[in-house]
C-alpha cells in the first residue's frame, strides 16, 4: 500500500502512465471493490447515520418534521443535563454498581477456574463446566423472572426459608437495599463459568515442566498452585482488571431496565436506562440524545484510557 | 507409563514418563480435606447454577395448590402439564417465537455472508483505499451513535417496526470483522494467490476457497449470532411496537413480568392485567413460557460448546 503511494508521488508530473497505473489498480481490484462498495454503504445507513443523528442534540428535535422543521436550541440539553443533580445520580449509581460487581463478580471467574483445576475427577470437572455455561445462554428476561420467582414474597423459596426460621419474608425486589445485592449475585451466576474460560485455558497453557521442577523441589500442591498456577494465570487477570475498569461506566441495559420499579428507582436508575425513557417513552429526542452522547463520550474516554494502560502493561490491546 | 516418540532422524525413542499423580505420591491430611471440600464447593455451585432452572421447570409442572403454597422447589409435586397444553394453543406466543427464528436464523446467515464479504478485502485485499476502509469499520467498535439516533435512523429508513430493522442493525459488528478477517490471515496467502494465478475471481475464492478452509470460525460467530439475537431484549424494545412483530423476549416480558417490574406487587398485576381485559396467567403458564423460550439454546449449547470457547480464546488472543 505505502510503496504503491510512493510510486505514485515519484510519477506525479507523468500523469498518464500513473492514470494508467491507477486504472489498472483499479481493475485488477474490481471485484474488492464490488465487496468494498457494499460494505460501506451499509456502514454509512447503519452505523454513521445514527452518529449523524447526534444532531437531533441541538434540536429541540421532532420526528415528523426533521431538522428543517425542529428548533435549533444550541447547547441548551447539554446545559439541562450537566446542571441536573439527577443526572450526577445516575452516574453515581452506574459506578456503585460496578464497582460493587468489579469487587464481587470480576474475581469470581478466577478463583473457580482455580478451584476447578484443583478437582482431580474428570468426568465430574466436565459436569461443573459445563453446567457452569449455561447461564451464558439464558436471556435476561428469563434471568429476571427467575429472580422474582425466587425472591417472591408469596411463592418464591427463598419467603419459605424465612417462614421455617420463623422469620417474615422479604419484599426484596421492591426494596432499594437489595437492588445492588441481587444484582451483583444474579451477575456472578451469570458469569462464574463463562468467563472462567479464560483463565482454565490460561492455566492449561502454563508449562508443566515448571509443575515437575517445583515437585522436586519439594513443593506440595497448595504450594505448586501458590507458585506456579497463580503467577501463570495472573497476567490474564491484570489485563481483564483494566479492561473492566475501562467498562466502568457501562451498564447491561436490559438487566438493569427489567429489575427496575417505581420503589427502587432512586438507586437503580442509571443513564441508559433514563435515556430510553425520556427519549423513546416521553419522545424527547434531543435531551436523550445529548444524554446518551454525554454518556458515550465519557465510556469512550474512560476506554482509551484503559487501553493504553493495558498497552504499556502488558503490550496487548483491546483496539 | 511408557511413551514412545518418532524423533526426526526416525528413531523411537522410549521416555519414560513418571506419574506425579494421587497413585504415587501420598497424600498428606490436608490435601484429602482439601480435595473433600473442594468437591463439596464444586457441588454447591451446581446448585447454585442449576436451581432457578429447576425451579422454573418445577413450578412449570405442578399443580396450583402446591404452587401458591410455595412448596414447589426444584421438583414438580403433583404433576400437572396442563400449562403446557395451555400455551400450546397460544398463537401470539407461536408468532413470537417463529419472529425471533426468522431474526435469529435468518439473520445469521445473511450476517455471516456480509461479514466474510467485509473481512475479505481487509485480509487479502491491496486496493487504494484500504486504511480508509478498516478505519470506517474500526471506528464503530469505540463509539456508536447510542440509543435514540439508532431509533431515529430505522425510522427514516422506514424500517421501524419491522424485523428487517433487527436484522440488518445487527448484520455487521465490527467485532465479529475483526476475528474473521484474523482467522482469514492465517490461511496461507499461497492459497489466495494460486487461485488468482488460475484466473478465480476474488468472489469464487471467498466462496469455494475462503469460507470452506474457516468452518470453526464461520461457527463460532453463526452461534454468537443466533444466541445474540434469540436472547436480546433491548434492540427489539426499540425498534418494534406492534404485538405481531413481537420476538420472543418482548413477548415474555409482557407474559412474565407484565407488572412485576413497575410495583412488584401480585394484588395490582391481577387489577392492572382485569384492567387491561386479559386474563391473569397462572404461575404455572409463566414458568411454562420460560421453559419453551430456553428450550432450543439450553438444550443445544452442550454439544456446540466448543466452538464458543474457541470463540472466546480467539477473541483473546486477537489482541
Known amino acids: 500500500m505505502s510503496t504503491v503511494a510512493k510510486k505514485t508521488k515519484d510519477t506525479v508530473f507523468n500523469s498518464s502512465s500513473m492514470r494508467k497505473r491507477v486504472f489498472n489498480n483499479i481493475w ?61 445520580r445516575y452516574i453515581r449509581n452506574t459506578l456503585t454498581l460496578n464497582s460493587l460487581s468489579l469487587l464481587i463478580c470480576f474475581p469470581m471467574p478466577m478463583i473457580f477456574a482455580l478451584l476447578l483445576n484443583e478437582v482431580r475427577n474428570k468426568p465430574y470437572k466436565k459436569i461443573v463446566q459445563t453446567v457452569s455455561y449455561m447461564p451464558h445462554f439464558i436471556s435476561t428476561v428469563v434471568l429476571v423472572s427467575m429472580i422474582n420467582n425466587i425472591l417472591s414474597p408469596s411463592l418464591g423459596t427463598l419467603a419459605k426459608i424465612y417462614k421455617l426460621l420463623g422469620k417474615t419474608p422479604i419484599n426484596f425486589l421492591s426494596n432499594p437495599d437489595y437492588f445492588y445485592g441481587i444484582n451483583i449475585v444474579s451477575g456472578v451466576w451469570q458469569t462464574v463459568g463463562w468467563n472462567a474460560i479464560i483463565y482454565i485455558s490460561a492455566i492449561s497453557s502454563i508449562d508443566q515442566t515448571l509443575y515437575e521442577a517445583a515437585r522436586i523441589d519439594g513443593a506440595n500442591r497448595w504450594k505448586q498452585t501458590l507458585y506456579v498456577t497463580i503467577p501463570g494465570v495472573l497476567p490474564t487477570f491484570v489485563l481483564l482488571l483494566i479492561m473492566q475498569i475501562g467498562q466502568m461506566l457501562n451498564c447491561v441495559f436490559d438487566k438493569i431496565y427489567l429489575l427496575q420499579n417505581t420503589l427502587n428507582l432512586q438507586v437503580s436508575e442509571m443513564l441508559p436506562t433514563y435515556i430510553y425513557k425520556v427519549g423513546i417513552e416521553s419522545q424527547k429526542y434531543g435531551l436523550a440524545t445529548a444524554g446518551g452522547l454525554f454518556n458515550s463520550v465519557l465510556s469512550v474516554i474512560l476506554v482509551l484510557i484503559a487501553n493504553s494502560i493495558s498497552k504499556k502493561v502488558s503490550e496487548i490491546s483491546l483496539f | 507409563m511408557k511413551d514412545t516418540v518418532q524423533t526426526t532422524t526416525g528413531k523411537r525413542i522410549i521416555l519414560r514418563k513418571v506419574k506425579y499423580d494421587q497413585d504415587y505420591i501420598k497424600r498428606s491430611t490436608g490435601e484429602k480435606v482439601f480435595n473433600v471440600c473442594n468437591i463439596i464447593l464444586m457441588a454447591l455451585l451446581l446448585v447454585f447454577l442449576l436451581y432457578p432452572v429447576l425451579n422454573v421447570l418445577a413450578i412449570s409442572m405442578s399443580s396450583e395448590t402446591e404452587v401458591m403454597a410455595a412448596n414447589v422447589t426444584f421438583y414438580p409435586i403433583g404433576y400437572n402439564p396442563q400449562a403446557y397444553v395451555t400455551i400450546f394453543k397460544d398463537s401470539e406466543l407461536w408468532r413470537s417465537i417463529l419472529n425471533s427464528a426468522i431474526v435469529a436464523f435468518g439473520g445469521c446467515a445473511l450476517s455471516l455472508i456480509a461479514l466474510c ?150 394484588t395490582t398485576l391481577s387489577q392492572t392485567t382485569a384492567h387491561k381485559g386479559v386474563a391473569a396467567l397462572s404461575t404455572q403458564v409463566k414458568n411454562a413460557v420460560l421453559v419453551v423460550s430456553m428450550i432450543p439454546m439450553i438444550s443445544i449449547y452442550p454439544f456446540i460448546q466448543r466452538y464458543f470457547i474457541s470463540g472466546v480464546m480467539l477473541g483473546a488472543v486477537k489482541g
Open chain 2, 117 to 266: 464479504i467485509a473481512a475479505y478485502p481487509l485480509a487479502y485485499g491491496q486496493f487504494y483505499g484500504k486504511k480508509l476502509y478498516s478505519v470506517i469499520i474500526m471506528f464503530t467498535m469505540w463509539f456508536q451513535g447510542g440509543i435514540v439516533p439508532l431509533f431515529l435512523t430505522i425510522q427514516n429508513l422506514g424500517l421501524y417496526d419491522s424485523l428487517w430493522a433487527l436484522i440488518l442493525n445487527g448484520l455487521i459488528s465490527a467485532y465479529n470483522v475483526v476475528i474473521i478477517r484474523s482467522y482469514f490471515n492465517s490461511i496461507p496467502f499461497s492459497v489466495v494467490e494460486s487461485a488468482r494465478i488460475d484466473g478465480a475471481n476474488d468472489f469464487t475464492i471467498l466462496f469455494r476457497l475462503i469460507i470452506p478452509l474457516s468452518k470453526p470460525v464461520i461457527a463460532t460467530v453463526a452461534l454468537w449470532v443466533i444466541v445474540g439475537h434469540w436472547n436480546d431484549y433491548m434492540n427489539p424494545l426499540i425498534l418494534i411496537s406492534s404485538t405481531k412483530n413481537h420476538t420472543l423476549q418482548l413477548k415474555l416480558k409482557s407474559l412474565v413480568l407484565a407488572a412485576e417490574s413497575s410495583t412488584s406487587n401480585l
Open chain 1, 28 to 88: 485488477l481490484n474490481r471485484y474488492i471493490y464490488m465487496m468494498v462498495v457494499p460494505v460501506l454503504i451499509y456502514m454509512v445507513l447503519f452505523k454513521y447515520l445514527p452518529m449523524y443523528f447526534l444532531r437531533a442534540s441541538l434540536y429541540d428535535f421532532k420526528l415528523l418534521k426533521g431538522f428543517e422543521g425542529s428548533k435549533f436550541v444550541g447547547l441548551k440539553w447539554f446545559e439541562r443535563m450537566l446542571s441536573s443533580p439527577e443526572l450526577w
